[in-house]
């Protein structure tokens, strides 16, 4: 019987939670707990790629970390940082070793679904205020009503001075809110598909009612511009080319009894973003040169200067070769990445687009993902054997607790990453991240154990 329960357990692959791994060991279950605290800090101070940029940043300069423009000298040990137009990073550690070797590269992305206000965004409509919207990226438009929100962003006024907006996220502020109707009145609304029931031009956001006392018309619309100017200098002119989005008011928060996971804003896919930065400040002993990519627009399709298909990756590649006596092509060929983004989690309430046995599991640890896409692989990378096989054994070397993943059933959609971006630039590439819960919602949810299993892994491809 004993034998023939090893001949099982060599032989066959069974996913595991990482609370059965460690029962005997409560000082793991409380390390993962403990990064967990310092994830939400970050997660609460970075619900805009800018403000994970700056967040980051902080993080970074607290490390050693400084500034790097285009062409600048690298020398061996350097630590430095890219900051691409303030809504894209790149963290570089110089390494000793010869970099013809090749670098070690982790990409995750630092923009998330959210609700971007239109060009000329305000109107008053039968007393009240409102902002336009434009959604960014995937969302399920029916639930981002009747939420608390927040309006955060930079807007440039005519005279070229910067100005930071954040709304809605101190207990003070007030919050911002999207109407809907009430169930006694929603009936024909209530027959339609979820996905149509509430439409993009109905997500406009309740800026207030109060009307300006001596305005002859739009009161509500004048009086929020004079506290915008009193408070900002802005004009309505110049939010027409200003980046102000609109995101949920929600802090980071414990979920369950046993505290065991965390519900926020942005888990897709800081909670990639995170770890891999904080397994470049502990693996700052290696010898390989190590970039960490924090890419903008990923929810978008990675265009534009800020996202992963923009090419100053090559040119930062260009710069270490210069600088360390290293060719860039060789150095690319020799290179291993990680695409560090996240997976749906099995969803046992709603099982029916999930394939199980291919299926990410809450708290079996971080997922690695061999191809991305949807239908017929559309839009993946899709790893090659050899370099899949390469990072299993160094996540099983290093004790990391991790599972093999898909986005779902093949036919019920499927979804992309950065890593094709990053593939064709002749790099080794592979999907591994977190598995989140209702992703794409206003409030996402993660497992602790998954997130630091993800740190631990990240250090393993580091240190590998």
């Known amino acids: 019987m004993s034998e023939t329960k090893n001949s099982y357990e060599n032989l066959t692959y069974q996913k595991k939670s990482f609370y059965e791994i460690f029962a005997d060991n409560e000082a793991m279950i409380e390390s993962a707990y403990a990064y967990a605290r310092d994830y939400m800090t970050y997660l609460d101070a970075a619900k805009t790629e800018r403000e994970a940029v700056d967040a980051s940043i902080a993080l970074a ?42 670098i ?3 990409a995750a ?97 309740l800026i207030g009612s109060r009307p300006l006392s001596d305005a002859e018309k739009d009161g509500v619309k004048i009086n929020v ?51 891999a930065m904080t397994a470049l400040f502990e693996c700052a002993d290696t010898a390989h040169t190590d970039i960490i990519i924090l890419a903008d627009k990923e929810e978008t399709g990675s265009d534009g200067a800020t996202g992963m298909q923009c090419e100053v990756i090559l040119d930062l590649i260009d710069c270490l070769a210069d600088s360390l006596g290293g060719k860039s092509s060789v150095i690319r060929a020799n290179s291993k990445c990680l695409s560090s983004d996240v997976t749906a989690n099995f969803e046992p309430n ?56 898909e986005l779902g059933a093949v036919d019920a959609g499927g979804g992309g990453t950065v890593a094709k971006f990053l593939s064709k630039h002749n790099i080794d590439t592979i999907d591994i991240g977190v598995g989140v819960t209702a992703m794409h919602a206003p409030y996402e949810l993660i ?15 580091l240190r590998a």
């Open 447 to 461: 497992s602790k154990a998954d997130l630091y299993e993800a740190h631990r892994a990240f250090c393993a491809f």
């Open 225 to 275: 511009l004079k506290m915008l100017n009193d408070k900002y200098g802005i004009t309505e002119r110049d939010l027409t080319t200003a980046e102000l989005c609109v995101v949920p008011a929600l802090k980071a928060r414990d979920v369950g009894f046993d505290r065991s996971m965390i519900a926020a804003y942005g888990h897709d896919d800081r909670v990639c973003a995170y770890p």
């Open 61 to 102: 300069e607290a490390q050693g970390y400084r500034p790097y423009r285009l062409g600048d000298k690298i020398t061996a040990g350097d630590r430095l940082y890219y900051n691409n137009r303030g809504k894209n990073l790149f963290l570089i550690k110089a390494g000793t070793e010869d970099i013809n070797n090749g």
């Open 350 to 405: 709603f099982p029916e687009p999930f394939e199980i046995r291919n299926s990410s599991i809450i708290n079996c640890g971080v997922s690695v993902a061999k191809y991305t896409g949807s239908g017929g692989k559309g839009g993946t990378n899709d790893a090659t054997a050899e370099y899949a096989s390469w990072v299993r054994n160094v996540l099983d070397n290093a004790g990391i607790v991790w599972q093999i993943a």
């Open 109 to 205: 992305h630092i923009d998330s679904p959210r609700l971007d206000l239109k060009p000329c965004p305000l109107y008053e409509d039968h007393g009240m205020g409102f902002f336009k919207t434009h959604y960014y990226g995937g969302v399920r438009k029916y639930q981002w009503v009747t939420v608390p929100l927040a309006l955060h962003g930079v807007v440039i006024l005519n005279d070229g001075t910067s100005v930071t907006v954040t709304v809605g996220e101190d207990d003070a502020d007030p919050i911002f809110y999207i109407n809907d109707l009430l169930p006694h009145l929603g009936r024909a609304q209530g027959e339609k598909p979820l996905n149509t029931a509430i439409a993009g031009e109905k997500l406009n956001v």
């Open 104 to 106: 070690r590269i982790i």
